[in-house]
């Protein structure tokens, strides 16, 4: 069982439906990430969020709108989307100290496919 | 530079074979930190095992075996007696001080793991 949960594991959306997936993680971690993981291409950090923080933001375009209400929680606002959208989005946690090299524990990934 | 390369893009045995992934990382920095997850396709990344760079002791779970070195800045992964569950894509990743200061991994574009009944 995953310490780092996802929903909805599969969705489809048409280019105009406004959705959002959502991340929650049970392991007392204080930094999510958000990555983007499309067919045949290397995995892309998209967002990260330390201590609710948006600390990172490699370049998403304004269609994908990341949500930290709490270091728990992590949404992904999806509006407008394109069919080169359609991707494996994959939530993360760690535990950010004064230690570096954490490991990073992921979820099982929301499938999304844009029609 | 920080990259990760897996030079084998799919590798393909028979069931109760070994099979040794590659991963060659580079990094100027002394202080890093090594990865390896695994994919099945279900699509969650599984942490396998993180190793720093002070550590060169190989290390050992179960069938799963990584062998460390520096010398040829390498973090290869061992399979022995491969089973079909270990059938996935496997990824390396590094994390050095000044990436982890951004909060992030360099990816190795991975190597699909197939292994045949």
């Known amino acids: 069982e995953t310490g780092v949960t996802q929903t909805p594991r599969h969705l489809v959306m048409g280019m105009t439906n406004k959705k959002s997936l959502k991340c929650e993680q049970h392991?007392?971690?204080?930094?999510m990430y958000w990555y983007k993981q499309s067919a045949k291409k290397p995995l892309e950090l998209m967002f990260v969020y330390n201590f609710k923080e948006q600390t990172e933001n490699n370049s998403v375009p304004s269609r994908f709108s990341p949500e930290c209400p709490n270091s728990s929680h992590l949404f992904l606002h999806l509006h407008t989307l394109q069919p080169e959208d359609s991707a494996l989005y994959l939530c993360a946690s760690t535990y950010r100290g004064q230690t570096s090299g954490n490991t990073i524990y992921f979820g099982e990934g929301s499938w999304l496919t844009v029609v | 530079a920080q990259k990760v390369t897996q030079a084998q893009t799919e590798i393909s045995v028979v069931e109760k074979e070994d099979v040794t992934l590659d991963c060659v990382y580079e990094t100027r920095d002394t202080t890093y930190y090594l990865f390896w997850y695994k994919q099945p396709p279900s699509g969650e990344l599984v942490f396998l095992i993180r190793?720093?760079?002070?550590d060169e002791q190989n290390e050992i779970s179960g069938r799963y075996s990584w062998n460390f070195q520096k010398s040829t800045s390498s973090f290869n992964f061992t399979i022995t007696a491969s089973q079909v569950v270990d059938s996935a894509v496997y990824f390396c990743a590094l994390s050095t001080r000044y990436m982890d200061s951004n909060y992030q991994l360099i990816w190795g574009a991975g190597t699909k793991l197939i292994i045949k009944p």
């Open positions: 190793r720093n760079s002070f």
């Open positions: 392991l007392g971690h204080n930094a």
